[in-house]
């Protein structure tokens, strides 16, 4: 509007002609200026207006360059430890008794010492946006022009209706396979899920070496997560867990990888043994017997099933576990004196001796049991 009253003044200020204002609507006049009190207030507003966007343009940029702080997690506090008293023997002293059984190690489980770094995600904030342009009005309107009258279109004619087909009934489809895209998209999940367990797996080793328990659990307990199946983080979560005496929680661990793979003889070792700890004798010999098929390579597991048959008064049982643990490892001195007291209990005397000699020949036995060994002897 600007542009259109400067013309109008410079026709008024040259007095022009009518020829000049042809054209021109004949209500079209200029308009009167502003008073100067006026502009000065406008000019006043808009550098108020500049001054606050300034102001809050700087706020935002405070704001959003710090993000909030990302929560630490408060390490689990691990249940108070339960003791437990198992009964007495009745058939040796109760020093000897104990040592039949190996010490529960849980450094025993070997952690790799591979690594894998993953980069740490950069925060994400949302773009300021930037002021629209202002529009700009143009000095004269555009000519319009009418679009001109297309020419009128011959009715199509009707088409000829299709001959009639044979009605077939439709054959059923056999299920096809499945796509070799599926099968590669299933393939790539995996491997993303296996990178994923080994990275936890990784940190959680790391921070066992560092002494850091609580974010031990946590990196081992999500690689197991993203693998049930990955048999190295459910080791090192498990010696973490014994290692902070945490029985309950070690014994869930335990459960739930035989329920993935049944075939760990070893996790069924460490759950009988947790299970004994408890002063449950009869859930110990159930989770053994469950699981025997798939140690028969596994000394440790027969002697620990020898041990504890012996103490449920099943010598002769006992007697055959001892045996198929020192055919896996005959140097076991401890095996050999509970194979003698298997067999002592079992009226098989001549056998017993023959057992106690091969003790006191391998040795590899504590001074306590060796004592017993020589009274049993003479």
Do not use: C
């Not at 550098?47 to 702080?69: E, Q, Y």
């Not at 002063?279 to 041990?307: E, I, K, M, P």
């Not at 001549?350 to 000699?357: D, R, T, W």
């Amino acid at each position: 509007m600007s542009v259109i009253n400067q013309m109008l003044r410079d026709l008024d200020a040259r007095q022009a002609s009518k020829q000049e204002r042809a054209g021109l609507p004949p209500q079209l006049r200029t308009l009167p200026p502003l008073p100067e009190t006026r502009s000065k207030q406008w000019l006043l507003l808009a550098g108020g207006m500049a001054a606050g966007a300034l102001i809050a343009g700087v706020v935002a940029s405070v704001f959003w360059g710090s993000g909030p702080a990302s929560p630490t997690a408060a390490p689990v506090p691990a249940p108070p430890a339960a003791s437990f008293s198992p009964p007495p023997p009745t058939s040796m002293p109760p020093q000897v008794e104990e040592e039949m059984l190996l010490p529960f190690d849980p450094g025993a489980m070997k952690l790799s010492t591979q690594l894998m770094a993953f980069p740490e995600p950069l925060p994400v904030h949302d773009p300021v946006p930037a002021p629209a342009p202002e529009p700009v009005i143009p000095a004269t309107p555009p000519p319009i022009v009418k679009p001109k009258p297309e020419p009128a279109k011959p009715a199509p004619l009707p088409a000829a209706a299709p001959a009639p087909r044979e009605t077939r009934p439709a054959a059923t489809p056999s299920a096809p396979p499945p796509p070799a895209e599926l099968q590669i998209e299933k393939r790539s999940r995996e491997s993303r899920a296996h990178d994923q367990a080994e990275g936890e797996y990784n940190k959680g080793v790391q921070a066992v070496r560092r002494g850091d328990s609580a974010t031990a659990l946590q990196s081992l307990q999500r690689a197991l997560e993203f693998e049930p199946t990955h048999v190295k983080a459910r080791q090192a979560l498990l010696s973490v867990l014994v290692g902070s005496k945490q029985w309950t929680a070690a014994r869930q661990v335990a459960q739930t990888g035989l329920a993935v793979d049944p075939t760990q003889s070893g996790l069924a070792a460490i759950l009988a043994r947790l299970q004994f700890e408890q002063g449950d004798t009869a859930a110990a010999l159930d989770t053994l017997t469950r699981h025997a098929a798939h140690a028969t390579g596994n000394a440790d597991f027969q002697g620990l099933f020898a041990y504890l048959l012996q103490k449920q008064q099943r010598p002769a049982e006992a007697a055959q576990r001892f045996q198929a643990a020192l055919a896996l490892r005959p140097n076991e001195g401890r095996w050999w004196f509970g194979l003698g007291m298997a067999l002592e209990s079992a009226n098989r005397g001549s056998e017993a001796k023959e057992a106690y000699a091969k003790a006191r020949e391998v040795g590899n036995m504590s001074a306590d049991m060796a004592s017993v060994v020589e009274q049993k002897l003479r």
